[in-house]
């Protein structure tokens, strides 16, 4: 499978944007599929996962209530919807997946993903 992220642009504040990362070669298979993100200077953090097989979520702190991950599987698609935008959103936002189940509580953590999609750029004005 190969993955495209999209969506990304220039939002101001508690603005939204909904970020999409679609599937090719393949549909997702019944590996969890996560959003990440990386600030200049930071490291690559969690931003929300979902377990395709259970459904179950993950979401960093500090993005819990304004952001929502979800799928379409007829569309072959994971999406992120990002509210109540703030200014320390601002990064590369990557999708992955991973060949495989995994144990959900490990959902969040970048190294069980094998396969990544190219980052999109999301900036959120002051």
């Known amino acids: 499978v190969q993955l495209q992220a999209s969506g990304g642009g220039l939002v101001q504040a508690r603005g939204s944007l909904r970020l999409s990362c679609a599937a090719s070669?393949?549909?997702?298979?019944?590996?969890?599929v996560a959003w990440f993100r990386q600030a200049p200077g930071k490291e690559r953090e969690v931003v929300a996962a979902?377990?395709?097989?259970?459904?179950?979520?993950y979401y960093a702190d500090s993005v819990k209530v304004r952001f929502t991950i979800s799928r379409d599987n007829a569309k072959k698609t994971v999406y992120l919807e990002m509210n109540s935008l703030k200014p320390e959103d601002t990064a590369v936002y990557y999708c992955?997946?991973?060949?495989?189940?995994?144990?959900?509580?490990?959902?969040?953590?970048?190294?069980?993903?094998?396969?990544w999609g190219q980052g999109t750029l999301v900036t959120v004005s002051s």
């Open positions: 992955a997946t991973r060949n495989g189940r995994i144990n959900t509580s490990y959902i969040h953590r970048p190294e069980v993903y094998d396969v």
């Open positions: 979902i377990d395709m097989w259970t459904r179950n979520t």
């Open positions: 070669g393949r549909t997702f298979g019944s590996g969890p």
